[in-house]
């Protein structure tokens, strides 16, 4: 996953954000919004893992396969990470995972692109804009949880590689440019309605965000969460080369 090019310095955490877990998860719906979280994460990770394998087999060059295999291994490393958490806390993985499995697994089918290229596009895309999402959320964590989220959307370097692939694709051939944009913009629709779908169906989850066990999280605020999100793709598009 990647670094934000929204980041700005974060102010001083306040209320459960200050806390630890010990502290925090004494709140039995926060601790259930915590578990929800992890277990999204996880699978997210596990389901990228399982992607950049994939991708790997349509590298045109035995650099690219040897590259794509390596940041595969980073998230398959942090999907134990996030694992070994859930074990932490006393919570089986699997049943954290498995709530998500169905909407990442839809997105991801729905999304399946249809060469090398439109992989890249979407691996840096997609994976950002979770990435993106989940960086505003730790924010309200607890210090022990956000720590360990942060360190998961650690950047694998992929943005890196896609943006150099796709940039010398496009001065090979500038009709590609067109079709990945296309591509692009339906990956961010379908990454923010997957993102809202789950919070929806979470009760704990969208009662941290919105401000119930998390402080400072209103529905107005929310609303600006996800127009920072959007800020933050299309500078990526950008860097790609692409128009948002």
């Known amino acids: 996953m990647e670094t934000p090019d929204n980041a700005t310095e974060a102010p001083a955490p306040t209320g459960i954000a200050a806390q ?3 502290t925090a998860s004494a709140e039995p719906q926060y601790r259930a919004a ?4 992890l277990g999204a994460l996880a699978y997210g990770e596990l389901a990228a893992f ?3 394998a994939e991708d ?3 590298a ?3 650099a690219d ?3 794509l295999a390596k940041m595969a291994s980073a998230e398959f490393h942090h999907f134990e990470r996030l694992t070994d958490r859930l074990t932490a806390i006393d919570t089986e993985p699997t049943a954290a995972m498995e709530p998500f499995a169905k909407a990442l697994d839809d997105f991801h089918r729905q999304t399946a692109p249809s060469d090398w290229l439109e992989g890249l596009v979407k691996a840096y895309v997609g994976d950002s804009i979770a990435s993106d999402f989940y960086r505003e959320v730790a924010a309200r964590l607890d210090s022990d949880t956000r720590s360990l989220v942060l360190a ?6 992929h943005g890196n590689f896609a943006v150099e692939k796709v940039r010398a694709a496009i001065e090979a051939d500038p009709r590609v440019g067109g079709r990945l944009a296309l591509w692009a913009r339906r990956l961010m629709g379908e990454a923010l309605s997957q993102a809202q779908r789950v919070v929806a169906d979470r009760d704990a989850l969208s009662t941290m965000l919105v401000g119930g066990v ?3 999280f209103d529905l107005a605020e929310v609303g600006r969460m996800f127009s920072r999100i959007t800020e933050a793709h299309t500078k990526r598009m950008a860097a790609l080369g692409l128009a948002a």
């Open 20 to 22: 630890d877990w010990g």
């Open 34 to 37: 915590v578990v929800d979280l």
């Open 50 to 52: 399982e992607r950049l």
């Open 56 to 58: 790997a087999k349509l």
């Open 60 to 62: 045109p060059t035995l």
């Open 65 to 67: 396969k040897a590259e």
């Open 152 to 157: 998961v959307l650690d950047d694998t370097g």
């Open 214 to 216: 998390a402080d400072g």
